[in-house]
């Protein structure tokens, strides 16, 4: 017999029992999405929150912040400018402090800071694309008042440009500031600030009016080349043993063991549909078996071989996980194209055409999938469905002919 006529008996087979049939494709196309998705949005979030800090920081940048007993001042910032091949050290000057806006009391994190430190916090090249309202400019008497400050939870906007707000420093003295513009909304925090519940002023001001002692919270460590990082590392290590050094490397390799481990889980829990999906083959092949022992015996008594019999079985449960798989393969590609890449997340959102107080934009889930991801998931059901079809097809094998045709 042609392998095209065993196609065309198993075909028959499945459409007669297409209830069943229809019940363990629509099994198959749900455990494709769900299995995809679920893999999609491990590497989606570990490909933009990687492409993040390396846009933000770049890959020559390592962090030094204080240990449990041990403090850092801007005599070590000047002690690290002194290392070979660091181009640059920045120290991170913040403090907690109440706020009286418009009559309204709030709590924001002070933070002293360049307009360049700011632009890095928050992933742009210009200070312009991170302002929602108000000029880009950081100086004395004049500050940045961050997304969360400037509106309430309910959306209600508290501050605008040109308002004086008032300042009550830790030593509980009183400070007046301008708003001298508005910050966009950011996604991510980054060494422990949240810039959107935050108020920068300029560095100086601050290291004058809220902390005189240099004491810093951490330390920005700028190299000449990424090769010299580890170098870098080594001698803030050996200058700084009570303290914790951490360079990109270090950072992404833990940001990736935490994706790798969440994508496993999601895989996991995703990938228990496709165990249901065999079971339901393996059910349908056994009832499958014992509705047509007869006509098994009939097959046999004409001339079909005992391997034809299994043969059927598995080109049947082959038919309906490829049309399962090619349908929820395709339908995830449609999934996926809805949704952005990473690499268009990537691009930073803000621009100097946004309206003031405008809402932010809803939360975009960045989907990566690989064309080997692809390809695994369409064989996956495929392969589940023929080994769970092996054990009732070789049932359907060893049963005698003469027993299938006195079969009711």
């Known amino acids: 017999m042609r392998v095209s006529d065993y196609f065309r008996l198993a075909w028959s087979a499945a459409w007669e029992r297409r209830g069943r049939t229809i019940g363990a494709i629509i099994g198959i196309i749900i455990a494709i999405v769900a299995l995809g998705l679920a893999i999609g949005l491990g590497q989606g979030y570990k490909a933009l929150t990687t492409s993040f800090f390396e846009r933000v920081f770049g890959t020559n940048t390592v962090f030094l912040f204080p240990g449990q007993n041990s403090q850092l001042t801007l005599t070590d910032v000047y002690e690290v400018m002194d290392i070979p091949h660091v181009t640059n050290a920045i120290p991170i000057l913040s403090t907690v402090a109440r706020v009286d806006i418009n009559g309204h009391d709030v709590t924001a994190t002070i933070i002293g800071a360049t307009e360049q430190e700011v632009m890095q916090l928050y992933g742009v090249t210009s200070l312009r694309n991170a302002i929602l309202a108000g000029a880009p400019v950081l100086s004395p008497g004049l500050a940045l008042v961050g997304y969360d400050i400037a509106f309430t939870s309910t959306g209600q906007q508290i501050a605008y440009p040109g308002q004086v707000m008032v300042i009550t420093t830790p030593s509980g003295s009183q400070l007046t500031y301008t708003i001298g513009a508005i910050m966009q909304q950011s996604g991510i925090g980054i060494i422990g600030l949240n810039p959107n519940n935050a108020i920068f002023i300029d560095e100086n001001t601050f290291l004058s009016q809220f902390d005189p002692s240099g004491i810093v919270n951490g330390i920005i460590v700028y190299v000449d080349s990424p090769k010299n990082i580890n170098y870098v590392t080594n001698e803030l290590k050996a200058l700084f043993p009570m303290d914790q050094v951490l360079n990109l490397s270090t950072l992404l390799s833990s940001i990736n063991q935490f994706f790798t481990v969440l994508e496993l889980f999601l895989a996991f829990i995703a990938g228990i549909s496709f165990i249901i999906i065999g079971i339901w083959m393996f059910d349908t092949m056994m009832i499958n078996v014992i509705q047509r022992t007869r006509e098994f015996g009939i097959m046999r008594a004409v001339g079909f071989s005992g391997r034809s019999i299994p043969l059927l079985l598995i080109i049947e449960a082959a038919i309906i996980a490829i049309i399962g798989s090619v349908i929820g393969t395709a339908l995830l590609m449609v999934i996926i194209s809805a949704f952005p890449s990473p690499s268009l997340l990537m691009r930073p959102a803000f621009g100097p055409g946004r309206a003031a107080g405008a809402a932010p934009s809803s939360i975009m889930l960045p989907i990566a999938l690989t064309p080997l991801d692809i390809v695994s998931i369409f064989v996956l ?28």
Do not use: D, K
């Open 381 to 408: 059901p495929i392969a589940i469905n023929v080994i769970a079809a092996l054990v009732p097809a070789i049932r359907a094998m060893r049963i005698p002919p003469a027993q299938t045709l006195r079969y009711e």
